[in-house]
């Protein structure tokens, strides 16, 4: 899980903070296979599930770490309807690409600061995100395993527009944040 930050311009100068996430922390994603052959080479996939991850956003001043690094959980139901291009089998194996939209509903994102945890920003619990990708089709004895590669890029700026009270800065620093997941998925049908 990722973020593409935007670093704000008003508030832009040398005492200004400079957020980046550095530190790429990997998740897990389950799922239900949902799958309509529309033709031979066409499928509709609706893959209902649940996704858990984490992303760190650190601020930099002057390029030294300022401050602790903001942890963002998320606790993601989704809800992706997808298009599979398959291509002709060769063997046992079957290449394919993959595209559409997910609807993703973050459970852990907070409605308000928790005084307890230094976490100065937050995000909107609901987002849509398009998805592309390409993966393969094994076919094997007792059941179909699929091994595919999917980039999830968030449509809707997450950052809610409200600064922690004593913390602008945090908040002041960001434009926009759009949520980014790429997606390593194990299919067994």
Do not use: C
């Amino acid at each position: 899980m990722d973020l593409s930050i935007t670093p704000s311009q008003v508030y832009l100068d040398s005492t200004s903070l400079y957020p980046d996430v550095s530190i790429l922390n990997p998740g897990i994603n389950i799922q239900i296979v949902t799958n309509l052959a529309v033709s031979r080479h066409t499928d509709i996939r609706f893959l209902p599930g649940v996704s858990f991850g984490q992303r760190v956003v650190r601020y930099y001043k002057n390029g030294v770490i300022y401050n602790d690094q903001q942890k963002l959980e998320s606790s993601f139901l989704e809800f992706p309807l997808l298009l599979k291009y398959k291509g002709d089998r060769l063997n046992n194996v079957r290449p394919y690409v993959i595209g559409g939209l997910n609807f993703r509903y973050d459970l852990a994102a907070k409605k308000e600061y928790d005084d307890e945890k230094p976490v100065y920003i937050r995000l909107i619990k609901p987002d849509l995100y398009y998805e592309v990708g390409g993966g393969f089709d094994f076919y094997l004895t007792y059941f179909k395993l699929s091994v595919e590669l999917k980039m999830s890029n968030g449509i809707r700026d997450v950052l809610v527009k409200e600064p922690a009270p004593g913390h602008p800065e945090y908040y002041n620093a960001i434009e926009k944040m759009r949520s980014q997941i790429w997606i390593l998925s194990f299919h067994f049908e």
